[in-house]
């Protein structure tokens, strides 16, 4: 069973930590970026390039006319 705690959410795109227990019974701690774009949900393993890779798709949906305009009408919230 993986535990799901929120981190970072803005502009449609979540950043979650996802703590699991693998077969050995080891926890296991990913980062989970999902967000509106393709190929998506994405699973990191170190914290900071989680962080950073947040940062880099927040940009780039805030630079898509669509998603701006959906935030803009609120039909888009964190």
């Not at 390039?49 to 947040?54: G, K, L, P, W």
Request: proline residues 4%; aromatic residues 6%.
């Amino acid at each position: 069973m993986a535990e799901r705690t929120l981190v970072r959410s803005a502009a449609g795109v979540r950043l979650e930590r996802v703590e699991e227990l693998s077969r050995g019974q080891k926890a296991r701690t990913l980062f989970k970026l999902s967000t509106y774009r393709p190929a998506q949900p994405r699973y990191i393993a170190d914290r900071h390039e989680a962080e950073e890779a947040f940062a880099r798709e927040v940009t780039a949906l805030m630079k898509d006319p669509v998603i701006a305009r959906m935030i803009l009408t609120g039909a888009l919230t964190d």
